[in-house]
């Protein structure tokens, strides 16, 4: 099946550094790559959606110059929460699709952010 | 506007015992995907089932079963004799006509020994 990883599982961070979350479509090429936040007890929140080559489309009220998303590659799309803080402290989901907008979604094992 | 509720917060079980979880979706779109997830207390979601808008047969895989009823708009999950590992976290989904992923609230499912 597809795999898709991500690094790190968890990252600690101090408050106003910037922290970059790798997400990676292991044994396939992912023309898209969606980015969600999880917060404790919470559902998954979709981020961003990002397509190789080209910027990534934000969902309303998230910040694009705090997130900052690149989809480099067809197997490589990153995620940089820039300036820190502790409301950013959230699980980070990535998940990658390789086809039309139907086909499935296959999802990384999340990144746990804590900022201090 | 496309929306996913699972009503059912957090329910408690214990081992043996049967147990459904509901989805109620909203969609204008003819054509739509659903799907369950797990997801246990390491965070990974696991995926469970997919199930197009034009496939109304219900799916049976072990223990776990899906009931798909367009006239109620409703993918029910039904757990026979859970076990505690069934543990965690489930959502249901919505695959929109965009290509993104409508989450549900999830449900919490304790099973006790």
């Known amino acids: 099946g597809a795999v898709v990883s991500q690094h790190p599982s968890r990252v600690i961070c101090k408050s106003g550094t910037s922290v970059k979350i790798e997400c990676r479509s292991l044994?396939?090429?992912?023309?898209?790559m969606f980015w969600y936040r999880q917060f404790p007890k919470q559902s998954l929140m979709l981020m961003a959606t990002?397509?190789?080559?080209?910027?990534?489309?934000?969902e309303q009220g998230v910040e694009k110059d705090k997130f900052l998303i690149n989809h480099a590659s067809l197997t490589l799309s990153t995620l940089t929460v820039t300036s820190a803080h502790p409301e950013d402290s959230s699980f980070y989901i990535c998940?990658?699709?390789?086809?039309?907008?139907?086909?499935?979604?296959?999802f990384g094992p999340g990144t746990r952010l804590t900022v201090t | 506007a496309q929306k996913v509720t699972q009503a059912q917060t957090e329910i408690s079980v214990v081992e043996k015992e049967d147990v459904t979880l509901d989805c109620v979706y909203e969609?204008?779109?003819?054509?739509?995907?659903l799907f369950w997830y797990k997801q246990p207390p390491s965070g990974e979601l696991v995926f469970l089932i997919r199930?197009?808008?034009?496939?109304?047969q219900n799916e049976i895989s072990g223990r776990y079963s899906w009931n798909f009823q367009k006239s109620t708009s409703s993918f029910n999950f039904t757990i026979t004799a859970s076990q505690v590992v069934d543990s965690a976290v489930y959502f249901c989904?919505?695959?929109?006509?965009?290509?993104?992923?409508?989450f549900g609230q999830g449900t919490t499912l304790q099973v006790k020994p």
């Open positions: 969609t204008r779109d003819t054509t739509y995907y």
């Open positions: 044994d396939f090429q992912a023309t898209t």
């Open positions: 998940s990658a699709r390789w086809g039309s907008l139907d086909d499935e979604q296959y």
């Open positions: 990002s397509n190789e080559g080209s910027k990534a489309t934000y």
């Open positions: 199930r197009n808008s034009f496939d109304e």
């Open positions: 989904a919505l695959n929109s006509n965009t290509g993104k992923l409508i």
